[in-house]
């Protein structure tokens, strides 16, 4: 039935015109983007999992920096600990020097200067040494934090290097190369030394390996993490170029048919001839 208050074809066929024009600009939009999700209206349930992940990669991120902090300050120690090894190796041969008949008293003197100058050292690594302005030889426990951001997923690595002097490896003001006995005495105390620097670098190798593993295994977890966000946000190229032929070609028939719909209309001036 021909009507002059409303045409049906034509308010139909602006209608769909409007839904193609709608699901056109959605299609450019995430050709644009690269995202099949935009905004909450695409599609509510995945964008709160893809926000979700994406927190969950910010705290690995930050979590495998943390680690990587730790790592460069026990590096740090380790280094200082290797500059100590050598200093304490000149002194073994400063005190077995010492210990043999053939040096005079003078010479004797002279050993045992450099080997207060070697003390001396010792001491200035262990207070002078840091890391991020923060002493790096100190009895506190330092926590590394590592976290997926869960409240029920943190982890915390407790490293210690402990501190460092000459003292505390044994070589104390009282111990001298002054005199043979004097330095047999010390040789036995400088071996020992050694190994205490030796046991604390095997104990930071051992955290070093500690806080590298687990920052390999965030790193990954951080990949898995991408890829299953990739699968949710990302558009399907071929399928939206697709998509976008689709819309480009209906928006241009429906147009056409406004236009039909609109020009039947006049169809009724016929009658009134």
Request: glycine content about 6%.
């Amino acid at each position: 039935m021909l009507s002059i208050l409303n045409n049906i074809p034509s308010m139909i066929a602006q209608n769909s015109l409007e839904s193609t024009d709608s699901s056109l600009q959605n299609t450019l939009v995430q050709l644009a983007s690269g995202q099949r999700i935009n905004s909450g209206a695409d599609d509510a349930a995945g964008l709160a999992i893809a926000d979700g992940l994406q927190a969950n990669e910010t705290a690995l991120n930050q979590s495998v920096m943390n680690a990587n902090d730790g790592v460069g300050a026990l590096q740090v120690a380790d280094g200082a600990l290797s500059q100590v090894t050598t200093l304490l190796n000149r002194a073994v041969t400063l005190a077995t020097e010492s210990s043999t008949g053939t040096v005079s008293d003078s010479q004797r003197t002279a050993i045992q200067a450099e080997f207060s100058q070697i003390q001396a050292e010792i001491d200035s690594i262990g207070q002078s040494t840091e890391f991020n302005g923060t002493s790096v030889f100190s009895a506190s426990t330092t926590s590394i934090f590592m976290s997926d951001g869960n409240a029920t997923a943190n982890t915390t690595i407790a490293v210690s290097v402990g501190t460092l002097s000459s003292a505390g490896l044994g070589l104390t003001a009282s111990v001298d190369l002054s005199s043979a006995s004097d330095a047999i005495t010390a040789l036995g105390l400088i071996n020992t030394a050694i190994s205490t620097v030796a046991g604390s670098r095997g104990t930071i190798g051992a955290n070093v390996n500690r806080l590298t593993a687990s920052s390999n295994v965030e790193t990954n977890e951080v990949q898995n993490l991408a890829s299953a966000e990739d699968s949710i946000m990302s558009v399907n190229v071929a399928s939206a170029v697709s998509d976008l032929s689709k819309y480009s070609l209906l928006e241009q028939t429906g147009i056409s048919a406004v236009s039909q719909a609109n020009s039947s209309q006049q169809n009724l001036l016929r009658l009134l001839q």
